[in-house]
């Protein structure tokens, strides 16, 4: 059982770290779909040895039904698992797992996750069925519970981009520099702050945040009645996104840094 509580945490923080990564956009993860790379992962060898090991004891227990073929399958799962477990420690030693960025949600859909598979398998037992059938689904569930959340998640989101263009109407005084493009979005903005910084107060939107939830965040919780300028970084995977972005903000000005192929799968064309 606890070899399995920790193969499972590895497993769940990977998958959290690959919805993170798609910056928890449903878009985003089924465009990955089409891609060979997203497939390889789901069909990880110890995904495919553990699907043959369920196989195996299926048909051990159902057809052989014999004492040793069922403690052997026993046994050869829980080595399954131990293996696991030692390549996790080794990982964590070597610094080397691939881990989400520790936040409330990432903490939260962990939590959840796991309490969830811990609770059947505590309930039907940490026999090789149940606890390989867990591991094998272990991406659909996670899958299953981040789409759960997405519903109050999305309100609580457009709640606070409401809040956010409600007071970014009180700023009359705000002067705000909109910049975008397909790289150099981060570094232009950063310069144009530090600039600007040395004439008057100045905020912007902290590295890499360039989303409308992000912006709208940082609007409420950064930009003051004295700051005379806010640079903002503006990101989109497909049309319309920069137009979302501009309604919370209202820019006075923009930088557009350079325009490549990036994101084609939901732009659809340069």
């Avoid at 990977?14 to 919805?19: A, D, Q, S």
Wanted: hydrophobic content about 50%.
């Amino acid at each position: 059982a606890l070899a399995w509580i920790l193969s499972a945490s590895r497993d769940t923080l990977f998958w959290l770290n690959f919805i993170q990564l798609k910056q928890y956009r449903f878009d985003r993860i089924v465009a990955s779909l089409k891609e060979i790379r997203t497939w390889k992962l789901v069909a990880h060898p110890l995904r495919l040895v553990a699907l043959f090991l369920l196989a195996a004891w299926e048909i051990g227990v159902r057809l052989l039904v014999s004492r040793p073929a069922f403690d052997a399958l026993v046994f050869v799962t829980a080595a399954f698992f131990l293996f696991q477990t030692a390549s996790t420690l080794v990982h964590l030693k070597k610094r080397s797992l691939q881990t989400p960025a520790i936040t409330l949600k990432i903490a939260f859909l962990f939590g959840i996750v796991l309490l969830f598979q811990t609770a059947i398998l505590s309930w039907y037992g940490f026999w090789p069925e149940q606890t390989l059938t867990m591991f094998i689904a272990n991406p659909l569930i996670v899958l299953f519970f981040f789409l759960t959340l997405r519903l109050p998640n999305a309100l609580l989101l457009r709640w606070r981009i409401r809040q956010a263009t409600r007071y970014r109407e009180t700023l009359t005084k705000l002067v705000v520099v909109g910049v975008t493009g397909s790289y150099g979005k981060t570094t232009t903005k950063e310069y144009l702050a530090h600039i600007l910084s040395a004439h008057a107060p100045t905020a912007k939107t902290p590295s890499h945040v360039n989303v409308d939830t992000g912006v709208a965040k940082t609007l409420l919780q950064t930009v003051k009645p004295h700051h005379k300028y806010f640079v903002v970084e503006m990101g989109a995977y497909r049309r319309g996104e920069i137009a979302d972005i501009c309604r919370i903000v209202k820019p006075s000005l923009g930088i557009i840094t350079a325009i490549s192929n990036q994101h084609l799968e939901l732009f659809g064309s340069q």
